[in-house]
């Protein structure tokens, strides 16, 4: 169901004088500080009192220094630590009666009716149930005389906004949790720093990861890492499940393989209840394979570190969307947990969410395993049953007829068309053993189009992408070349190897050529093939996806830098970096990474931006730098403008800061297309090329590729992939800079604003930002 989405107006100073406070309870999680500061800087912006509860709960109980007032200043820096630097504990006292009276009277003492809290499912029902007796502590506190009636009027109502802060991704109603893709970052590097030892060595390695309720990590890594075998707790391993993975083991050993990684989630049980660890694993593994097997148990590890892009700029959303809520809440509104949608931020009934996640518990107890991997929503389960299929070694038997031939017959082709980018490979791996576990047979095509033309093309067996999963580039090769006058040489080459149909991976250049086969189909008939794209680029400028293979991994990079050249100012009093980002006429990796980075400002080609606000920028970051502020962060893609490119704007910002602030200037240029695949990336091209060679097959078996919908673009449009016609998106296309005409995070822009500029520094009025409703059990992307 598609949310409702309104635009409304944010106005400066529109809440004056309303108390706001902060603060962050249970276990701690990576992003937790964007949530806190993009708070804080939002409650400031519209006029609110903002506190910090420091020390969660039991800071709420104890009062004191416990709750102060914050500044723009208090979050300045804070965007990249892992962790809350607020404090988070837990309190035995506030779940008592006494206690919650305690807290309502430090509250009620210092005008705080509005509450954000940051914690898992604990966290958000001892709100819930604090705002649900606040009538009545304010009478007992009226009672004893603690509170005047003014202040009993005054503050009759509590408002509270929840968000979801858990490594686990364990509640239901968000597609990710803060902190989630961290871990994974956490959990990934770990695994890939080991393969290379494994391989040494011929070793068996069995990882433990977090997840005591839940198997979200195990499967997830299980997906992005190629893994062997994976113990979960919603899906217990069988009872045989020792001769199993033993099987499993020796049968890859044989083909070649030389590593094994085992994921055992530390909750991990089999169908009776009883507990399955990493050391009764190894045991099984050494006892009866006698094989070099090591334990890593990687334990808080998964905590630390600096958040990824992606929790971040949640938090940042989040945070921003929670105060909202909060300042639009009336006395009939029910609380609200924020949660990510999509591509959307979104209110959902917070109890209702509680409600589902607790009802998973309580089907795992009652070994209705079935439900609990259905109650974990739709991406859980697709993410299992993703990861079961690609583990397979050989092709279930009814893939074939009773000669021993593939009983389906296809043969499938797969090509890159562009630049590389990372999850390229996952992809291409996804799509040859989905292809193979089918029965059919996968034709890789080297060096895109122009392999194509000179007949570079060779039949893919399973053991040709293993490993590929983590690896960066593009092993198949690409190339920018479009089909342009070689069409017939192409379309000989589709006749010679009986090509039934084809998958392109590629950007904007993978879109045209993909295109230009489409529109020469009346010229040459063996175009008419089903034809589907994978948007694959640093850049996420095709049309059709609100996200595309490899930004996340580019977006990561580009945030990574950004905190390095800043750390490497830190005995440096008061510097301004420049940083020209990637993207073509694409502002996507400047926009997000600044939003990331914690950036003053983010220039791009389609918001047009003059010399006067170029100087009103550089007028800003002077009153942040008298303000106390050490480093400023400026990014800028890298075709914004002809005239104010990047050198311009360094030696702007270097005359007219003499005397307050130096300036430095970075072109990243192509280490952005660097790295290993994020998870997201790893994730994504793995189930995307699985969903195009299901729509493959589908539209094969519907005869004749000869209409539009037999060409299409597989996308993440809002909740959901969405395979759009070729001939559609055209209308949604600006050829001549190589961009879509709407894109989803320009929205993102007023909020990139309100969060980097100092309070007294604001210009604007106010801005427009969008507001979505969402539904609970709406279709999951990650």
Known sequence: MEAATTQRFIGRGSHKGKGLAVFTSGGDSQGMNAAVRSVVRMGIYLGCKVYFIREGYQGMVDGGDNIEEANWSSVSSIIHKGGTIIGSARCMEFIKREGRLKAAYNLVTRGITNLVVIGGDGSLTGANLFREEWSSLLDELLANNKITKDQREKYKYLHIAGMVGSIDNDFCGTDMTIGTDSALHRIIEAIDAIVSTAYSHQRTFIMEVMGRHCGFLAVYTALCTDATYSFICEDPAPNNWDKKLCAKIAEERKSGQRLNIIIVAEGAIDREGKPITAEL???????????????????????GGSPSAFDRILGCRMGAEAVMALMEATPDTEPCVVSLDGNQAVRLPLMECVRRTKAVAQAMADKNWDLAVQLRGRSFARNLETYKMLTRLKPPKEAFDASGKPAEGLTLAVMHVGAP?????AAVRSFVRNCIYRGDTVLGIHDGIEGFISGNIVNMEWSDVTGWVAQGGAFLGT??????????????????FNIQGLLIIGGFEAYQAALEIYEGRAQFPEFCIPLVVIPSTISNNVPGTDFSLGSDTALNEITEICDRIRQSAQGTKRRVFVIETMGGYCGYLSTLAGLAGGADAAYIYEEKFSIKDLQQDVYHMASKMT?????????????ANDNYNTDFIYRLYSEEGKGLFTARMNVLGHMQQGGSPTPFDRNMGTKMAAKCLHWLVETIQKGPANTPDSACLLGIVKRQYKFSPLEDLKAQTNFAQRIPKQQWWMKLRPLLRILAKHESTYEEEGMYMTVEQGEIDSENVI
């Open 479 to 496: 190339k920018r070349t479009l089909p342009g006058d070689k069409k017939a040489e192409i379309a000989a080459r589709i006749k010679q």
């Open 281 to 303: 694993v190894k045991n099984v593994v050494v006892e009866n394979l006698q094989q070099d097997t090591r334990i890593t148990v990687l334990g808080h590890v998964q905590r």
């Open 421 to 425: 980018a990372c999850g390229m490979n």
């Open 627 to 639: 303000g106390g502020i050490q480093r400023g962060l400026i990014l800028r893609n890298e075709k």
